[in-house]
Structure formats: C-alpha cells, structure tokens
C-alpha cells in the first residue's frame, strides 16, 4: 500500500513563498498522475494542481496559475508545490493524491497558514 507523507508548509507573510514535497512509498509512484489539494477550514477539499506521470503534462487550477508550480522527481517518488506570492486566501492543509478518484490513503497534509 502506498503511503504519502507532505511535508514543507509553515507560516508565511503573504507574498512570501513555501516549497511542499510529497513523498511516496512504493514502487509504482512513477506510473501514477499526481496532484495536490487543499482543504481550508468549513471548505471542501479541492483540487490545486496535477502533473502527469512522466511530469509532462501539467494542471493549475486558475485561482493558483502563475503563483504555483507542480513538479516531480520520480526517482525520489517526490511530487513537489512551489508556492509563490501567496495570500490569505491559500490557508488551508495541503494534500498530495493520484488526481481523479481511485485515491491512496490520504496523507496528514501540511498546514500552510499565509499571514496578511
């Protein structure tokens, strides 16, 4: 069973930035999509951002185009979240997963909490 540990969040200023990583057991990682969610408090958890197997192809939701990039290392089993200018808005535990159901058990996240 593949297990999923984030790590990277913290406390920021807002315009400040924040690097997650995603860490994966499991040999089949290199075979999978990837992607990061959120869920801040009272909200649903929603999709952030998802990256193909091979790190090819590449999703930003709209509300974090051109403040986040999703990348991986396969040879790591890593997926990483930079974050850039963030906002208050970007509060929430951060997830990875395999994007589009049929998920992994669920990680512990990582708090990101952006000061305004």
């Known amino acids: 069973q593949v297990q999923l540990v984030e790590s990277g969040g913290g406390l920021v200023q807002a315009g400040g930035s924040l690097r997650l990583s995603c860490t994966a057991s499991?040999?089949?990682?290199?075979?999978?999509?990837m992607g990061w969610y959120r869920q801040a408090p009272g909200k649903e958890r929603e999709v952030v951002a998802t990256?193909?197997?091979?790190?090819?192809?590449?999703m930003l939701a709209a509300f974090v185009r051109g403040r986040f990039t999703i990348s991986r290392d396969n040879a790591k089993n890593t997926v990483y979240l930079q974050m850039n200018s963030l906002q208050a808005e970007d509060t929430a535990v951060y997830y990875c997963?395999?994007?589009?159901?049929?998920?992994?058990?669920w990680g512990q996240g990582t708090q990101v909490t952006v000061s305004s």
């Open positions: 499991g040999s089949i990682f290199s075979s999978d999509a």
């Open positions: 997963n395999k994007p589009g159901g049929l998920y992994y058990d």
């Open positions: 990256i193909s197997a091979g790190g090819s192809r590449r």
